[in-house]
């Protein structure tokens, strides 16, 4: 069983900076494909940013050169940085481990939120 904590969420101004962190207990985070998804009020949820085991990295286009995905193996930690935030940034977001052999999230964080005002 893997849970993940999410930590680092609040509220910000316009071109503000934030730094979200996801810990998972468990084992075998290495293994994992780690994710950020948001979702909007009256929105879908949405895939903001992976990293693979590889460190290989994917962003929606939204956030490229203002977001970037890190992990920590040693510390089973995965990281958001967000910088240059705009108000249309606002959301909860969830963080989110693909273990193999599955191809898409099986376990899921209890959310944080972030909320970014003009």
């Known amino acids: 069983q893997v849970q993940l904590v999410e930590s680092g969420g609040g509220l910000v101004q316009a071109g503000g900076s934030l730094r979200l962190s996801c810990v998972s207990s468990?084992?075998?985070?290495?293994?994992?494909?780690m994710s950020w998804y948001r979702q909007a009020p009256g929105k879908q949820r949405e895939l903001v940013a992976q990293?693979?085991?590889?460190?290989?990295?994917k962003y929606v286009d939204s956030v490229k050169d203002r977001f970037t995905i890190s992990r920590d193996d040693a510390r089973s930690t995965v990281y958001l940085q967000m910088n240059s935030l705009k108000p249309e940034d606002t959301a909860v977001y969830y963080c989110?481990?693909?273990?193999?052999?599955?191809?898409?999230?099986?376990?899921w964080g209890q959310g944080i939120q972030v909320t970014v005002s003009s």
């Open positions: 989110a481990a693909t273990r193999p052999p599955y191809a898409s999230p099986n376990y």
């Open positions: 468990g084992t075998q985070f290495n293994i994992n494909t």
């Open positions: 990293i693979y085991n590889s460190g290989a990295t």
